[in-house]
């Protein structure tokens, strides 16, 4: 609770005294302009074309294919963002396909991952804790399915709730997947998808554990890919220095 507190007031102290602020998100924005009487300045995470070049290079982990079916979680969880409703829905599902089926996590949040699978119905899954990028694309690459905790409804809606900051979502939309989102419709995450017609994305408030099984059950046993879509890039001339 300190750290929580202390990380606040740090907030919303820099957000009011400093001269220039600069964010990946316009909502973010505009929640500061309520704190804060600097210049505020956005600019957009995309990736540029060497990134997704390099992208490319990376093979597909053989490690995730001891089950059939692989669903993946990749990132911080938060309390706000728990997987519960991920691991309710795979356990509702058919017992043949759950039993082959597997909850892959990597990232910082073991303990988060793990306290979260302990005591809930039986499921299989691996944490393979923090992974390099090369290790977690590939993971991505692998999977059936991709997961993002956007957001989980039980705490009740915010501002916040709705900002889209993580640079992680343009790997998974990189590699083509179905991504199952778990988060309001109105956030800007679901704004952008549809912006860019990434048709593989689906959202679900955390508490409809039947319908996020029924749509994981259609996408383990049709396998699809995005066709189509478009990315923005970061332009070759872009430079920092440029808005500071």
């Not at 597997?102 to 073991?110: P, T």
């Not at 998808?193 to 679900?204: A, G, L, R, S, V």
Request: glycine fraction near 4%; aromatic fraction near 12%.
């Amino acid at each position: 609770i300190y750290s929580e507190l202390l990380h606040k007031t740090m907030e919303r102290y820099i957000n009011k005294n400093a001269f220039k602020i600069i964010s990946i998100s316009e909502l973010c924005l505009k929640l500061i302009k309520t704190q804060s009487n600097s210049q505020v300045l956005s600019i957009k995470n995309y990736p540029d074309r060497n990134y997704i070049k390099n992208y490319f290079i990376h093979k597909k982990n053989k490690f995730i294919h001891k089950y059939r079916y692989n669903i993946l979680i990749v990132g911080t969880i938060y309390k706000e963002c728990t997987p519960d409703s991920i691991i309710h829905s795979i356990s509702n599902l058919p017992r043949d396909i759950k039993n082959n089926t597997c909850l892959h996590y990597c990232g910082i949040s073991n303990r988060s991952f793990d306290n979260s699978i302990i005591n809930k119905d039986y499921i299989n899954s691996l944490n393979h804790g923090y992974l390099s990028k090369k290790g977690t694309i590939s993971l991505m690459m692998s999977a059936d399915i991709l997961i993002s905790l956007h957001y989980d409804s039980i705490y009740g809606s915010t501002d916040e709730s709705n900002i889209f900051g993580s640079t992680k979502i343009f790997d998974y939309i990189l590699s083509r997947k179905p991504i199952l989102n778990i988060g309001p419709n109105t956030s800007e995450l679901c704004l952008f998808m549809k912006e860019i017609k990434y048709d593989q994305f689906f959202t679900f408030s955390s508490n409809m554990v039947d319908a996020i099984s029924s749509q994981t059950l259609e996408l383990l046993l049709t396998p699809r890919i995005c066709k189509n879509f478009k990315l923005p890039l970061f332009g070759t001339d872009f430079n920092i220095k440029n808005l500071i």
